[in-house]
């Protein structure tokens, strides 16, 4: 379980997400995270293929350390894909993240507001 720890930590960081950021994509609580990589609980089977998914690697790394890594990218939209990489080698600073997902987050509001409206 230790090692599972590590490893969680590890590639959390290495994606540069606080534990918060894991959290919020989980929707979890940050002591549930906490909690994870010090070892102390362990994830079911959903949040665990949860956090693979989160951390971009497969289940089998994130339990075994298995050296195939990366899981395929959940990106269907080549495009898309292409953009939010090239946005990810440029991003220096904590507050252009945050404005990035301010806009996705506002995008991804107004498509769920149109949901609303139109099945009401």
Avoid: N, W
């Avoid at 990106?75 to 220096?92: N, Y």
């Amino acid at each position: 379980m230790k090692t599972f720890a590590k490893r969680l930590k590890s590639l959390r960081e290495s994606r540069k997400l606080s534990q918060k950021d894991l959290a919020d994509i989980l929707g979890i609580q940050v002591a549930l995270v906490s909690r994870y990589e010090r070892g102390l609980s362990v994830p079911s089977a959903a949040t665990m293929i949860d956090l693979a998914r989160a951390l971009q690697v497969t289940t089998d790394h994130l339990l075994v350390g298995s050296t195939k890594e990366s899981a395929a990218p959940q990106i269907r939209h080549a495009v898309l894909l292409d953009r939010f990489q090239r946005v990810d080698e440029e991003i220096d600073e904590r507050k252009e993240l945050e404005a990035i997902i301010s806009l996705l987050d506002a995008f991804l509001a107004k498509k769920q507001i149109k949901r609303m409206a139109a099945s009401a």
